[in-house]
């Protein structure tokens, strides 16, 4: 999937306070260690919810977790136009990650520049925008977008001092 293609949201699908109990409750279970119980939980929740967006990017990050990310993008695909706020964000953040372990850049690239546009105030996706861009080898550029994280989100008087010199570098890296 291409950015071109990139799920937009639709008319998204409420999340039952129900639902998000047993998806909260099943997380928490979770064991990063053996995925499988987790995986074949979420499984029999899509079929008793089938093509809810909710349960689907649960199912694909389960299987993300578990190391089979090609399998988890499809579910992620499949999510994202019912999704909408912090699920929304989490699962695009997900999505991209997902793109960048499976060595797809470009598609990774155009997800994260898509999800930060979508939701600029958020710290993590420019961060995992930046492990994107330092694995398709644009190291002055991911450099670039983490030194712009720490001018914008540290809260300390010397990087206030050199802000403008921390900002300064970051626009000649990105420029390189």
Not at 15 to 36: C, K, S, V
Not at 48 to 55: A, F, Q, S
Not at 105 to 114: H, M, N, P, Q, R
Request: charge should be negative.
């Amino acid at each position: 999937m291409t950015s071109q293609y990139l799920p937009r949201p639709t008319t998204p699908v409420d999340l039952t306070p129900e639902l998000a109990a047993t998806i909260d409750e099943a997380f928490a279970r979770r064991d990063r260690a053996n995925m499988g119980p987790t995986i074949a939980f979420f499984e029999k929740l899509l079929t008793e919810h089938p093509d809810n967006p909710y349960v689907l990017y649960e199912v694909g990050g389960s299987y993300d977790t578990a190391g089979d990310e090609q399998k988890a993008v499809a579910y992620y695909e499949r999510a994202l136009p019912g999704l909408s706020g912090e699920t929304r964000r989490k699962c695009l953040l997900q999505y991209g990650s997902t793109l960048r372990n499976l060595d797809r850049f470009d598609e990774s690239l155009a997800v994260f520049k898509s999800a930060c546009a979508e939701f600029p105030e958020s710290d993590s996706l420019r961060v995992f925008k930046a492990l994107t861009l330092h694995a398709a080898g644009m190291k002055d550029k991911s450099l670039a977008t983490l030194l712009l994280v720490i001018a914008d989100k540290v809260d300390s008087a010397e990087i206030k001092r050199y802000e403008a010199a921390i900002r300064g570098n970051a626009d000649y890296l990105a420029g390189l």
